[in-house]
């Protein structure tokens, strides 16, 4: 690849209106891995009162054709309502939460817990030897703070992937 296809590729946060029925998690992903290309973060939930639809969250990278290939397959599967990337489609927010489990005592654990107030992280738990800490936020973040927090001795984490809105009065 040139040094010039290397800076064209770039993070892209896609929404997909789908019908929650089963299988159709399984055709958006199989439109992915059989043409691979690599989901970075994926989130899925229903979107109405009823249960009928389903936004798919799908973060992913690469340049601005591949980007557009990705939009038009997925327009093309036959459950989905709507696609749109949020990244060229005006703001949007985007939120991720994690849970991580940190091994610390003695005063170890005086400063994860100054870390976690600079960011804003709560303790949901904690023990003699270790707190779990919740943190919503963008992924840089999220990662961020899960790096300083991999000093005292990372136990384990898991994070839900990015939901993301468009901002204003239109849906996606």
């Known amino acids: 690849m040139t040094p010039k296809q290397l800076e064209e590729i770039a993070r892209h ?88 489990k940190v091994r610390c005592e003695g005063t170890e654990r005086d400063e994860a817990q100054r870390i976690a107030d600079a960011f804003r992280a709560r303790v949901v738990d904690s023990t003699r030897d270790s707190f779990i800490f919740e943190i919503t936020g963008k992924t840089e973040k999220i990662k961020a703070f899960i790096e300083l927090m991999g000093e005292f001795g990372l136990v384990e984490l898991v994070r839900t992937g990015v939901a993301a809105l468009t901002r204003g009065r239109d849906p996606l």
């Open 13 to 100: 946060t896609i929404s997909v209106i789908v019908d929650n029925e089963a299988g159709v998690l399984a055709r958006v992903i199989g439109l992915f891995s059989g043409r691979g290309y690599n989901i970075e973060h994926l989130t899925v939930a229903p979107v109405d009162l009823e249960g009928a639809e389903s936004r798919i969250t799908i973060v992913t990278a690469g340049t601005p054709m591949v980007i557009e290939q990705i939009k038009a397959q997925l327009e093309r599967l036959v459950p989905v309502h709507r696609v749109g990337d949020l990244t060229l489609d005006g703001p949007s927010v985007e939120r991720e939460l994690a849970l991580i």
